[in-house]
């Protein structure tokens, strides 16, 4: 390699470093401005993409009465889960960082990855104080990702928002915009150290398969397949604002329940509104194939009722009200 080569692939990878700094710099004072202070925890686990989001957060000056802080998990499912852990609590201290710690018991039976997720989320809920973010490393590969699983498994085309609420916890992905390739580069020009976990090589997981088989290819035949989901998400979500703002006006004039001749007489439809009527209300345990199932006994004026957890739907005379258990 020649000198001059050198000197360019160094103000390149400066380059990338300053604007990865100046997106999260940007997006980070953009949220919070509009908050009270409070703690910045990152959620890290100790891979490429939480170690590249904390080197970024601890590189960027926060506004008065922020703090920053490290969570992080260890679920107990690899063998090396006791390493990670250790790996984590040094990098936090390399930092200056408190790091909070939390060994979880996780139900094997059952779906292990969303039930690792709900005890995850469960700790970050406990840990929370008032005002506190907690701070993710999702990027646009996984919104990608979200996104083709979700309609693969017959669920709405909806991914991830830059701010949530996940399990009562204020969550915020200042990288979602970002292509995972960046910030590769950006953790290899910072000489950055991470953990590998094996288990994401494992193509018999989902998102494993779509990761290393699918998304390549899609990338490698529409390249700009990211901004467009995005925008794509954006447009989606802006139609679902507008139509949550009707619904609400609906549940204020209607406090009673829903009258059934309000119900859009497609059955799709019909679905698609209870949805959207149960979410706003913050209910969200209801399947579309129980909602479906509803609509139907509702059409044929038959005992109408659909339970979830805590709750359900029933018909009394010519409205679908709300019950609890």
């Known amino acids: 390699m020649s000198a001059d080569s050198g000197a360019r692939d160094l103000g390149s990878a ?25 703690t910045l925890r990152v959620g ?24 920053l802080s490290v969570a992080h998990v260890n679920h107990g499912l690899a063998a090396e889960a006791d390493q990670w852990q250790a790996h984590c609590k040094n990098i936090a201290e390399n930092y200056g960082l408190p790091c909070e710690v939390a060994r979880l018991e996780v139900a094997r039976s059952g779906n292990l990855e969303a039930n690792a997720r709900a005890a995850r989320y469960q700790f970050f809920a406990e840990l929370a104080q008032a005002n506190d973010l907690f701070l993710t490393a999702h990027h646009a590969d996984d919104q ?15 991914g991830m928002a830059e701010v949530s609420k996940v399990a009562g916890v204020t969550i915020f992905r ?16 910072r000489q950055l150290s991470w953990v590998e ?16 088989r699918i998304l390549p290819a899609l990338v490698s035949r529409w390249p700009q397949i990211r901004e467009k989901l995005a925008h794509r998400l954006v447009s989606n979500k802006a139609i679902g604002d507008v139509a949550k703002f009707e619904i609400d006006r609906y549940r204020t004039q209607n406090p009673d329940g829903v009258r059934i001749v309000d119900l859009p007489s497609d059955p799709h439809a ?16 209801v399947t579309d194939a129980a909602l479906k199932e509803f609509v139907t006994q509702v059409r044929a004026e038959r005992r109408a009722k659909v339970a979830w957890r805590g709750g359900g739907l029933v018909v009394r005379r010519a409205l679908i009200c709300m019950v609890k258990d």
């Open 44 to 67: 890290f686990s100790g891979g490429l993409d939480s170690t590249v989001l904390l080197d970024l957060l601890s590189s960027i000056e926060l506004p008065d009465g922020w703090g």
């Open 144 to 158: 990608v990702e979200t996104v083709l699983l979700k309609l693969l498994q017959g669920r709405a085309f909806k």
């Open 14 to 38: 400066e380059a990338g470093i300053d604007a990865l700094r100046k997106v999260v710099d940007t997006r980070l004072h953009d949220i919070l401005h509009r908050r009270q202070p409070g």
């Open 174 to 189: 200042p990288l979602l915009a970002t292509a995972q390739p960046e910030l590769v580069a950006y953790g290899q020009a």
């Open 197 to 212: 976990d094996p288990s994401n090589t494992d193509v018999g997981y989902d998102r494993n398969y779509l990761r290393a």
């Open 270 to 285: 019909a679905v698609a509104w209870l949805r959207l009527y149960l979410e706003t209300g913050g209910h969200y345990q």
